[in-house]
């Protein structure tokens, strides 16, 4: 589908919305919304998505449903639960909390209009043809966040200098997460730097993570930028704290949750934009490209 093609489906289903209100009984529209996070630690994310639909005139409950559907950190979940929202036949799928959520519902419909955020390139993970020209039924935003773990691995350097061994926590086996390993191993490279990588996917694997990085003696931790992460901050942070192991994340989140330092963009701002671009289908006015958010 070209962009003008999805504008006008947009733009058209928006035009007939305020009749469907008016009808007997009223029909509000549904805007489907998934995460691979969960929803305990994303409620201050949801405000700031909340506000920006507010932005646009949408209030949920008065004029808009929401229907959530949650991953928890378990990406295997997420084709199923974009299929899901899609059967619903949802007015807009909003597809967040890490890159295999928009892929997820890019693969589910081509129809519907998506507004993704996503840590990596759009382009490159296959969601948007190029940052100007989006085209097909998908925009959004990129916080660009996986692209700044060989600069959060030299601050780490910086703040632990000589350590023998750094560990780091990589989330999932996407591509994104290969890239982001082969970049900090080549920065690992050029510096002198050992490291201990471990990969995680579940909840058992990361038991195993922790253990293997304490066995292995490391004395500092990266923590690269992943949704399942987030949804095991507080058992993470934890960690860190009890052996007294220095670690960076990628949000302030993880800061203000006890974590040693962050270095990354501010996520709740992008939260907000994606409630504005849901306004701007809904108005049937969107005609913002993919965005690059590094706030």
């Known amino acids: 589908m070209r962009r003008r093609e999805f504008l006008a489906l947009a733009c058209g289903a928006a035009a007939m919305w305020p009749m469907a209100v008016r009808s007997q009984p009223p029909t509000l529209p549904v805007i489907g919304f998934m995460s691979a996070r969960s929803p305990e630690d994303s409620s201050h994310l949801l405000a700031a998505f909340r506000q920006g639909l507010s932005d646009f005139g949408f209030i949920e409950g008065q004029n808009i449903t929401i229907e959530f559907r949650w991953a928890g950190g378990q990406y295997d979940r997420l084709p199923s639960l974009a299929a899901e929202l899609v059967a619903r036949r949802v007015a807009v799928l909003v597809a967040v909390g890490g890159d295999a959520s928009a892929v997820a519902a890019k693969q589910a419909t ?30 959004g935003y990129t916080l660009l966040t996986n692209d700044l773990e060989t600069k959060r691995f030299g601050l780490l350097r910086e703040l632990v200098p000589g350590t023998p061994r750094a560990g780091v926590l990589l989330g999932g086996r996407a591509w994104v997460t290969v890239r982001s390993r082969q970049e900090i191993e080549d920065a690992a490279r050029k510096s002198g730097q050992h490291l201990i990588v471990a990969t995680v996917g579940s909840d058992a694997e990361l038991d195993g993570a922790l253990r293997s990085l304490i066995h292995e003696q490391v004395g500092a931790l990266l923590v690269a930028a992943s949704a399942y992460f987030d949804t095991q901050r507080d058992r993470i942070i934890a960690f860190a704290a009890e052996h007294k192991l220095p670690a960076i994340y990628q949000f302030r989140e993880y800061a203000v949750a006890g974590g040693l330092i962050s270095y990354g963009p501010r996520i709740t701002d992008s939260y907000h934009h994606a409630g504005i671009y849901v306004g701007r289908i809904l108005k049937g006015t969107m005609t913002c490209p993919v965005s690059s958010d590094q706030r």
């Open 110 to 139: 081509s129809v519907i209009p998506i507004v993704f955020g996503i840590g990596a390139d759009p382009v490159q993970a296959g969601l948007v043809k190029s940052l100007n020209r989006p085209g097909g039924n998908a925009t």
